[in-house]
Each structure stands twice: as structure tokens, then as C-alpha cells.
């Protein structure tokens, strides 16, 4: 009997949360251990299903660059990064969609209609939801840098009913393009952006930004982030995800979240516990600070 007491009380826990969410759109970039696990796969799709049942409007970018590392691997096509960054040859770019609008955005969509959601799958090309152009002028091939998010077009879906799973392949103005691969932290960033998330949830393969003795930094703003690039605290992969997190918070989004992706239903735990999980990002000269702007919008609605 204390068992079930304590089953309800979690529940009962997490109703104030529930209410601060309904009907807001959160954005959730999904990629890491979460994405490749089995057992995180499920786990996710459990995630993603209860937000939709209770009136939490859930929008997934994905990424899928270990599989991509894969695949060039076992073809023998050579990929570099810098900052972070892969340089897209006009092999590997094929290689890319490939991966990312077919196998992977297809892999995630069924298995969330499987546990019962409304999921579609589509790319950044489709409806050319994504526009792009290349980054830094070619430099990095068939890499691009977002350039324009259709965030109507998202909203619409979500409006439909539909939880839009999202390929970032970026659109060419050029026909018979090849498209543009895109860093997916900066796709979801954008995405966030576009169709005004309240919050922008990263998953990662680590607990969060962590400083030099690997503690976990609990709260970042922009001067942080840059005074931790400079001694190297914030270096490779993780500068694309900080730098979208300051981009959503400066951006209209409301709070940005880098959270442990390895770590079973850390969605629901980031989103429905007073605690929390992981790294939040937000704005400290934001005038509504001091203010719980989460609960003040959920009672303006």
C-alpha cells in the first residue's frame, strides 16, 4: 500500500508542471546514446507519447552522426570535422540523407506511432520547411547554415494533431540540389525558434556542461559560455550545443536545457520534477527574471 502512496503522490507531484506546459510547444533534439539504446529508444517513445496525452505539444529534430560515421566508414568515404563541425563532400552528403531522411527519421516515426502517438516524418526539404545556404561560403562543402524555418508550416501539423519528426536536411534555392546537411543542435535551435517553443530540450551523452573537474554547471548565460570557451572548459561538439541554446533563449525561446539523454525518461524528469536534470540556459538581464515566467504564461492561457 505505501508503494501505490508513493506512485500517487509522484503523480500528484507532477500536476503543477503538467499545467505550466499544457498547450506550449517543446522542442526536443534527440540524439546520443538515446537514439541508438534499444532500451533508451522505448523509453523515449514513452516520453514523447505521455507529453502528447497531456496537452504538451512535443516537435523532434534528430540527428544521427554516429550511424552517418558508420556507413562512411564501412564505404570507405573519408569525413573531417571542425569546431564541431562535419565538412559534407558531395558523396558524403549523399550518404547523409540517406541515413538521416530515410533511415533514421522513418525508424523514429515508426516507433513512436507504435506506442500509440501521431507522428510524421519529413525533412527539412519537404514543403522547404528548412532553406539553407552554404556555411561560410563553401568552406565546408555541402554543409549549410539555416537561413529561414517555415515554422507555420510545423505549426500546422502540430495544430493537425501530428508530432512533425524532423530530418535536418536543408533546401536549396538551386534545383536539383543535393541539399545541405545540418548540424541537427543548430536545426533544433532554429525549429524552436520559428514555432516559439517555450523551452528547447537538448540530449546528450553527458550529464550536462560540465567545468574543469567535471562538476555539473547548474545555470549558463552568454558571457559564461564565451569566458568558458576562452579556457577551453567548452570545446568541440558541445560548442554547436551551447551556442544553440544561447541562440533559442536570445531568441524567443524561453529556457534551453542541455540534459542527460543516457539516463531513463530524462525527459519527464527535466520537465515534471521542481529539480530538474542537466545544464539550463537562460537570459540573466531577461527583465521577467525573478519572475516564474513559465507559470505566469501557463495562467495567461
Known amino acids: 500500500m505505501q508503494k501505490k502512496q508513493h506512485k500517487v503522490q509522484t503523480l500528484l507531484d507532477a500536476i503543477p508542471h503538467i499545467k505550466k506546459f499544457y498547450g506550449k510547444t517543446i522542442v526536443i533534439k534527440y540524439g546520443g546514446s538515446a537514439q541508438t539504446s534499444p532500451e ?27 550511424r ?23 558523396d558524403t552528403m549523399r550518404i547523409v540523407e540517406m541515413v538521416l531522411s530515410g533511415e533514421i527519421n522513418k525508424n523514429i516515426t515508426s516507433l513512436l506511432n507504435h506506442h500509440g502517438a501521431k507522428a510524421i516524418g519529413i525533412s527539412g526539404k519537404d514543403s522547404a520547411i528548412i532553406k539553407a545556404t552554404p556555411k561560410e561560403n563553401g ?17 500546422k501539423l502540430v495544430e493537425e494533431g501530428f508530432i512533425p519528426v524532423i530530418a535536418p536536411i536543408g533546401d536549396s534555392a538551386e534545383p536539383n540540389h543535393p541539399g545541405f ?36 554547471l547548474n545555470s549558463l548565460d552568454k558571457d559564461d559560455i564565451e569566458n568558458y570557451k576562452k579556457d577551453g572548459t567548452i570545446a568541440g561538439g558541445m560548442i ?61 492561457n
Open 181 to 216: 546537411n545540418i548540424n541537427a543542435d543548430v536545426a533544433a535551435s532554429k525549429v524552436a525558434q520559428a514555432v516559439k517553443a517555450q523551452k528547447v530540450l537538448f540530449l546528450t551523452d553527458t550529464v550536462g556542461v560540465l567545468d574543469k573537474e567535471g562538476k555539473l
Open 68 to 90: 552517418i560515421s558508420e556507413l562512411l566508414e564501412k564505404l570507405e568515404i573519408k569525413s573531417e570535422f571542425v569546431d564541431g563541425h562535419r565538412v559534407t563532400s558531395e
Open 240 to 300: 554547436p550545443k551551447v551556442d544553440s541554446c544561447i541562440d533559442a533563449i536570445y531568441n524567443g525561446v524561453n529556457k534551453a536545457h542541455i540534459i542527460d539523454g543516457r539516463v531513463e525518461h530524462s525527459i519527464l524528469l527535466e520537465l515534471f520534477t521542481s529539480d530538474g536534470v542537466g545544464t539550463q540556459f537562460l537570459r540573466k538581464d531577461n527583465p521577467n527574471n525573478g519572475i516564474d515566467l513559465e507559470k505566469l504564461l501557463s495562467e495567461e
Open 40 to 66: 533508451l529508444k522505448e523509453k523515449f517513445a514513452e516520453d514523447i507519447v505521455l507529453l502528447s496525452l497531456v496537452g504538451i505539444k512535443p516537435i523532434i529534430v534528430h540527428g544521427g552522426g554516429a
Open 139 to 155: 568552406k565546408f562543402g555541402y554543409t549549410g547554415v539555416i537561413t529561414e524555418v517555415n515554422g507555420t508550416m510545423i505549426n
